[in-house]
């Protein structure tokens, strides 16, 4: 298999690093959307978001999904990635979709641990709970829908990266 393989799911599920971990592991190439924006653009989220709305950042990071897609290359997304029905056609018929999924309370847990505030603007303007809470309420089923297997992103990255090993050697889930 040289398909790429799509790293998907809330932030502070572990696209980033668990996804970097498993390139490792595989051999790949790693690429994140986030740090490709900043490496050509010198933006960050934050910058992008403040000049252009959220509007002008989706429309980058489709335009990045696209540049970064390779073989052998492990993508991690952002968490907003799934947003857009082209972005997740896109990723379902390029690659391999792995969701990494943990509850809200986790993510909260580990945002609050590593803010990293100009990757992570605010989505909502609520605490930090809350708006794991929302934005898995409104994006729950677009990550399934988008994913090829659902990984339990809650152990640690080293047992998450086997767990996504072990998905890997499946035939496709859906
Ligand atoms: N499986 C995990 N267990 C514990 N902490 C994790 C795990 N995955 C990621 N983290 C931590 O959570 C934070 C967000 O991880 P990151 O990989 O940037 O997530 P994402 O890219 O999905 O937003 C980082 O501080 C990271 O070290
Ligand atoms: O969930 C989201 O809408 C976003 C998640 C972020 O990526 P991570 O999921 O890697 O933090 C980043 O792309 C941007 O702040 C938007
Ligand atoms: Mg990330």
Redesign the pocket.
Known sequence: MTQPIFMV?????G??TVGSALAKTLGYKFV???QHLLRTSGLS??DI?DREG?EG?RRR?TEALKAVCSPLTVV??????V?AQENRDFMREAGTVIYLRSPASTLANR?EDAP?ED???T?TGRPITEEMMQ?LNE?EALYQEAAHHVVDGTQDPAQVVDSVMDALALPMAR
């Open positions: 799911g809330a932030r502070g599920a696209k980033t994140d959307t986030d989220v934050a978001v959220w950042f990071e991690a997304t952002g968490g907003g990635a947003l945002l990293q990757q992570r603007p989505l934005v994006r």
